[in-house]
């Protein structure tokens, strides 16, 4: 009695083989994993004055426009950035309080009065009254954080100002 029933077709072994590769490449890779490439950078309008350097990569792209490298132990990062007239980058982050001090004695940060960074809407700092604040300038930038420590983890809010035309990341 013969059946009715659809033969399916044959998947060649070198698709298959392939198809695995990919699947590996997509699952371990960063640069492979498009769902993570934004998870740390705020969500933003693509309008006039955002930034994008490169990937917007923060350690490859960003950063080394303002030739300022990240505290130790930093973890939570959040990050967002504009351009012109002044060139921005805000961070967010959590960092042990001896990083948070190394960190400002690398970049001569002083003491100041508190004052709000006025950052974007749609990062949602609330940044309470009883931070400390700190400011400098390093390598023609001006520097800003604001430290909560009211937390187990000391919360630091850090924006990087740089007039003019942004350094070569590619130079640095």
Avoid at 37 to 63: M, V
Avoid at 105 to 113: A, E, F, I, R
């Amino acid at each position: 009695m013969p059946t009715d029933r659809a033969t399916l077709p044959r998947v060649p072994i070198w698709a298959v083989a392939t198809a695995l590769v990919l699947a590996v490449l997509l699952g371990c890779c960063p640069p492979a994993r498009p769902w993570t490439w934004f998870d740390r950078q705020y969500p933003h309008a693509d309008g006039f004055f955002h930034i994008s350097r490169g990937d917007d990569d923060l350690e490859e792209d960003l950063l080394p426009i303002y030739g300022v490298d990240l505290p130790c132990g930093v973890a939570d990062l959040r990050y967002g950035n504009l351009q012109e007239p002044i060139n921005k980058l805000y961070l967010r982050f959590t960092a042990p309080t001896s990083c948070l001090d190394e960190f400002r004695v690398k970049y001569g940060l002083l003491p100041d009065d508190w004052e709000d960074p006025l950052s974007p809407e749609e990062y949602e700092w609330e940044i309470s009254s009883a931070a400390k604040a700190h400011w400098g300038e390093y390598d023609e930038n001006r520097l800003f954080l604001y430290v909560e420590d009211t937390h187990s983890l000391p919360i630091a809010y850090l924006v990087l100002e740089r007039w003019g035309v942004p350094k070569d990341s590619a130079v640095r």
